[in-house]
């Protein structure tokens, strides 16, 4: 039953959709979200068990006030649902020294004064010692960094933005929108 007339539309309640909908819920905007399977399932990008999240990105310089953000944004999400999505733990980026990737994530965090360590040789070998490491390799740490559980997050997101006031339609494909007034 609809409770009042939706001012927005969430298509797609996956990753994205299922955070947009409980942002706006939280907000008491009434919105609507349309999913053509059910929150959490398998068919999307946010399908699996995890995903990493990290401070340092060779992507570019943009993402870091970004990632600074979500990791604030994740841990309001769990205080407002109860439920642990994240768990932070450091990533290792293993690569040969001058590994084009490599210096992009060792400019980016020299850049923005982030947190790391480079490690080589029987330091970098004692720290992952599950891999095995060739002599020119670098371990580049990350100690901001870790695992989120985005099928976990996407229906828990969901359900709460339904609790919040948000109506959910499932088993719906939208093939089409129509703009009207």
Known sequence: MRRSVPEVAVVGVGSLGSMALW??????????????????????????????????????????????????????????TGTNVLTPCPAAYIAPSGNPYLRSVIEVADRFDLPHQILQGAEAAARVPQHVLDPD????????AGAIRPELAVRTAAERARELGAELVTGVRVESLEEDG
């Open 137 to 144: 390799d670098v371990v580049f740490v990350d100690p901001v």
């Open 23 to 80: 942002t706006l819920a939280r907000r008491g905007v009434p919105v609507i979200g349309i999913e053509q399977f059910e929150p959490g399932h398998d068919r999307g990008s946010g399908g699996g068990e995890s995903r990493i999240i990290r401070s340092c990105y060779a992507e570019g310089p943009h993402y870091v006030s970004l990632i600074g953000r979500s990791f604030e944004l994740w841990r309001e999400f769990e205080a407002d």
